[in-house]
Nanobody, 116 residues
Framework: VQLVEYGGGLVQPGGSLRLSCAAS????????VGWYRQAPGKQRELVAA???????NYADSVKGRFTISRDNTKNTVLLQMNRLEPEGAAVYYC???????????WGRGTQVTVSS
């Protein structure tokens, strides 16, 4: 199983970035997907999730600014991040999981820096 994140980088406050995660080695459509982030000195936290067959959900801090989407035909999950704030600077991780199968996979992360 491999998860590879793309799209991190440096953006000014108020700017936008789109992260993508490409999955391979799994039947992507039966997995729930999510994006997490971890800032220096802080715990990893859920940013957005798109459960298999469920509704998307977001951390309160990103509601209205971030959008998660998945494409089961391309085995990808996207995170569109708008109006980024300095507090959004972190390493962002892609996660896919299937509780019934006991599977929980993580990408290596992609750095997002929000700075002027």
């Amino acid at each position: 199983v491999q998860l590879v994140e793309y799209g991190g980088g440096l953006v000014q406050p108020g700017g936008s970035l789109r992260l993508s995660c490409a999955a391979s080695g799994i039947i992507f459509s039966i997995y729930s997907v999510g994006w997490y982030r971890q800032a220096p000195g802080k715990q990893r936290e859920l940013v957005a999730a798109a459960p298999n067959g469920g509704t998307t959900n977001y951390a309160d801090s990103v509601k209205g600014r971030f959008t998660i989407s998945r494409d089961n035909t391309k085995n990808t999950v996207l995170l569109q991040m708008n109006r980024l704030e300095p507090e959004g600077a972190a390493v962002y991780y892609c996660n896919v999981n299937n509780a019934r199968l006991g599977h929980d996979y993580w990408g290596r992360g992609t750095q997002v820096t929000v700075s002027s």
